[in-house]
């Protein structure tokens, strides 16, 4: 249930999310304004600080690809590594091809640094796109600016 992970700071742990975690995962997404949806608990993975649950994110499933998603760090907590920690850990779990959508250059960079690669609306899974299709209207219609990416470093 728990990573043994050296590099997290003393006192945190990486552990899957439980049934108990339901509505700080809530209060973490919301809070960063990500997709409302799909927010089932046995997708995610936590990180909890000294009993304070500050990190979460998630791997949706669609048919024969997965989305890495939900990926927040609590305001006090970022710049020390736990999103890079997390999504990493992430990654190493899914078992299908890996796909995200983030918003903005410097998020697209954080992920390029992870092994995502940009790709674009078109060379998305058939299974992805409805899911995706507001976003690329936002993207065409007003400026939005939506970045696709696709895993493509594996280990
Ligand atoms: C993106 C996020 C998860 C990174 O978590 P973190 O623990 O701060 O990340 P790390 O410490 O591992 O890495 C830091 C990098 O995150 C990125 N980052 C940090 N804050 C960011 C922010 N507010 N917006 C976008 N990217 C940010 C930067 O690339 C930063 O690199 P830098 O320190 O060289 O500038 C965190 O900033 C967050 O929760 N943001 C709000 C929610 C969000 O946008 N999630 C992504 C949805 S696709």
Known sequence: MEQNNSL???GCVLRRATSKDVW??????FSAKL????????QFWVIECKKDLVACG???????TQELGSLVV????????????LAQH????????????????????FYSRLGFVRISFADLPRSLKPKF???????QLIKVPVVFMHYLQRE
Request: proline share 6%.
């Open 24 to 29: 700080s995962i809530r209060g973490l997404v």
């Open 133 to 139: 299709r507001l976003s690329q209207l936002a993207k």
């Open 58 to 64: 998630q791997l949706r499933n669609f048919s024969s």
């Open 8 to 10: 997290l700071p003393t």
């Open 90 to 109: 992430l990654i190493s779990t899914a078992t299908q091809p890996l796909y995200l959508e983030c918003l903005g250059e410097q998020l697209a960079q």
């Open 35 to 42: 997709d409302p949806t799909q927010l089932r608990w046995q």
């Open 74 to 85: 609590t305001p006090a907590w970022r710049g020390r590594g736990l999103g890079t920690l």
